[in-house]
């Protein structure tokens, strides 16, 4: 048996109690993960990645429907997701990516009230059995290495 080394879910698991919104508390306690804060929103590496360089864009305020953001909130999380995927294109090569959110539960939504984006980059061949059979996705470079990486490249 092979084991699958992912040091950083042990937050996750050992994790008892709700400590409010991820995507709220975030910026107030500057979480090691952000990758760039701006005026009205924050980019920061997704915890729980579906593939290496999973990141996420949300507002600093606290609102869970697309159409309740202001223009300078939609304006600014656009130009973050046109940034990290410049960043990322850079650092990390990726073939494409899937960018989107999802509103509501039955759309996917982990965290429904907060609105955020996520952009995850692809590469040909990175989904295998896995995710399928294990509820495992295979991530291969640690999370603090990656969000260097893309940091690094972001203006």
């Given at each position: 048996?092979?084991?699958?080394?992912?040091p950083w879910r042990v937050d996750y698991i050992l994790k008892s109690e709700d400590t409010?919104?991820?995507?709220?508390?975030?910026?107030?306690?500057?979480?090691?993960?952000?990758?760039?804060?701006?005026?009205?929103?924050?980019?920061?590496?997704?915890?729980?990645?579906?593939?290496?360089?999973?990141?996420?864009?949300?507002?600093?305020?606290?609102?869970?429907?697309?159409?309740?953001?202001?223009?300078?909130e939609s304006i600014e999380m656009l130009s973050m997701i046109k940034e990290l995927v410049?960043?990322?294109?850079?650092?990390?090569?990726?073939?494409?990516?899937?960018?989107?959110?999802?509103?509501?539960?039955?759309?996917?939504?982990?965290?429904?009230?907060?609105?955020?984006?996520?952009?995850?980059?692809?590469?040909?061949?990175?989904?295998?059995?896995?995710?399928?059979?294990?509820?495992?996705?295979?991530?291969?470079?640690?999370?603090?290495?990656?969000?260097?990486?893309?940091?690094?490249?972001?203006?």
């Amino acid at each position: 048996m092979k084991n699958i080394w992912a040091p950083w879910r042990v937050d996750y698991i050992l994790k008892s109690e709700d400590t409010g919104c991820i995507f709220c508390n975030a910026p107030k306690i500057d979480d090691p993960l952000i990758l760039k804060r701006g005026d009205s929103c924050f980019s920061i590496m997704n915890r729980y990645p579906y593939t290496t360089g999973h990141c996420i864009i949300a507002p600093y305020r606290h609102i869970g429907d697309m159409e309740k953001l202001n223009k300078d909130e939609s304006i600014e999380m656009l130009s973050m997701i046109k940034e990290l995927v410049s960043a990322i294109k850079t650092t990390m090569k990726p073939q494409g990516f899937n960018v989107g959110c999802n509103i509501g539960s039955v759309a996917g939504a982990g965290v429904k009230q907060h609105i955020h984006i996520h952009i995850v980059p692809r590469w040909e061949g990175d989904t295998n059995f896995m995710p399928v059979l294990a509820d495992v996705h295979m991530i291969s470079e640690h999370i603090r290495e990656t969000r260097d990486k893309i940091k690094g490249a972001l203006s």
